[in-house]
């Protein structure tokens, strides 16, 4: 029988993590839980990214998982939480729609992405190839949080976890982009989460809370 | 090289010294002349091009053809003409309290590095790096379009925001994809993503993964150039931003953002042999025509008029470089040109016009050519324009796509056809009432800058008559280039 290395059934052990806390962040009513499911996540990241630097030996990866570990594990949830305590919104409860419902939803984007990402695998020579189809339902599902959350902050998770999703496609499907790239994506995501505390404050002046249902005036044909 | 460093160094710097002078009577100043002296340095460079033919710089990192040379003098100029455009306008923002200083010193900021971020996208050789560049120009106009920051323009912004980030974050997957394509021919290193090494090897690229991330491409860059129906951010952020932001993004992002998708059009049709990118961007750009043109009527508001009136026109552009081949191409090229230059000539008119009578709404607006003739004029040709009447250049490159449709894909002609009919009676019959109707009084405190919009207008009407030789021959090379 085919085994695989240790290396490579941690990485199959830390893509189905960062499944599970998809599947888990897609459920979380609590803002603040949100954040730290979100900083799990992140942390899932790095160690795998972390893990296929170590088994395939391509060094330039270490770096990816160190700024993975800063950006998405310490200071974006850092942001994030002060962002809450200076906007005193932290008992937001959510009230999802149906989260039942939500979670059969997300099992058929699952079953689609594995579909989708077989004839890609494929292809791949990584050893990491049958992860790809994780990191696309991984995308999929922030996809699906974004559209069933209605406050502001939940929806910038969704957004960043989704950017999540995608790194692990590009660690899984080709061992990751080059450095140039990978730091300017860093960097516009930190700015992106800047601009939009900024944003908060705004809408919160303007409107007294988060709940985008304020934000639902313009349509079609004013 | 060092043309290319002045081009993207200059707006750059200019940002920062923005940031840090903080808003006096000479922010507005040194706004128009950073935005000159980038122009300078673009024209200077196009030069360099012209002679010398396309040019590879920085290890490789940036690279320019005639292709996305002559972009750049557009993006540049037009960057000019609305920093001179601006002035007056936001001063009397500011008088009317819609603006206050910090925000005035946000907004000059934040358009000297929204150039930069245009022009980098446009100059990079590297896909991930034209990624990023979009990504940027993405948020520096956010805070540009809320502005204002009443609960209209937070929720355009929002929106904006969301929807353009999301759609990039596919196109972030189309690159990876695309990445991971071309790593296994041209090795792990920084070269799997440059444009130039990729184009080298179109050929020899997996056609199943090059199908499915040009399909990720088109629907992130297609949500910034506005197709339907990735097209819901686009009205609400032209109308609720200021009106120079409303023409730097129709004018300049919008462009943009379509060249990126023309690039991957050029490596995914090298790579696979039928015709799946071509259909795909005739079908996105023929829905576009149509459901804007549709929706053109229903529109209230002037700037949101526009806006549509954007997203008919860029579908018409990403229909043409569908259809490919060397006139449809170099029709494509003139129609992105002349839409740029009249789209952002109608934005000050109409910034002006609404400043003049308080509203953005179309019935407040009325009677402008009694009461000042410049921008009632202004408005009026920049609209004649646009609907494509001769012998302004939108015409003849309107006439150059349909007469290609008819031969090449007969069965779009119709749709074109009809669409361009309504939109024409849709927008002259909002437009010619608010040109001659009854007029409203109202008094501008400070001179309207309306020089910009006749310098623009005079330009298309020229390239509707007379396409200088050294241009044309521009736009055919790229045509070729682009195939």
Known sequence: ??????????????????LLLSFAMLAQRRVLSLIDLFAAQGLALAASTAIVAFGTGQHHLYWSAG????????????????????????????????????MLIGIVLVVFSFNLAVPISQLASTVTRSTLGIAMACVMLSFLMMITRRKAIPQVIGFL??????????????????????LGIALDVLVGVLILGVFFFQIREQFDSLDLKHLEKLKEGE | MIEILAVLGIPLAGGLVLALMGERDEAAIVNIVASFATFVAAAVLTARVVTDGPMLALDKLFFVDSFNVFLVALTAFVGFTTSIFSRPYMRIERERGHVNAARLRLYHSMYQLFNFTMLLALLTNNMGILWVALEAATLTTVLLVSLYRTPASLEAAWKYFILCGVG???ALFGTILLFFAAEKLLGAGGGALLWTELDAVKGQLEPTVLSLAFVFLLVGYGTKVGLVPLHNWLPDAHAEGPTPVSAVLSGLLLNVALYAVVRCKVLVEGAIPTAFAKNLMMGFGLLSVVVAAFLLSRQKDI?????YSSIEHMGIITFAFGMGGAIANFAGLLHMTVHSLTKSAIFFAVGHATQKCGTQAID???????????????????????????PFGVFASEFLILTTAMREQPWATPFLLVALGIAFASVFSKVQPMAFGEPVEAR??????MIPVFVHLAIVLMLGLWIPPFLAAWYRQAALLIG
Do not use: C
């Open chain 2, 303 to 307: 700037k949101r008029l526009f806006a």
């Open chain 1, 1 to 18: 029988m085919n085994v695989l290395p240790l290396y490579a059934q941690l990485i199959n052990l830390f893509a189905a993590i960062l």
């Open chain 2, 444 to 449: 501008l405190p400070h001179r309207p800058a």
């Open chain 1, 161 to 182: 976890s989704m950017e999540n999703g995608l790194f692990f496609a590009a660690t899984s499907a080709t061992y990751g982009m080059p450095m140039v790239v990978e």
């Open chain 2, 364 to 390: 407040g607006i009325r009677g402008l050519i009694t009461t000042s003739p410049v921008i009632g004029w202004g408005l009026m040709i920049g609209t004649l324009a646009i609907l494509g009447m001769p």
């Open chain 2, 168 to 170: 990039i974050a596919q």
């Open chain 1, 67 to 102: 700024l993975t570990l800063v950006l998405k594990v310490f200071l974006l949830p850092w942001i994030l939480y002060r962002l809450i305590r200076q906007l005193d919104v932290k008992w937001d409860f959510e009230r999802l729609i149906n989260v039942p419902t939500t």
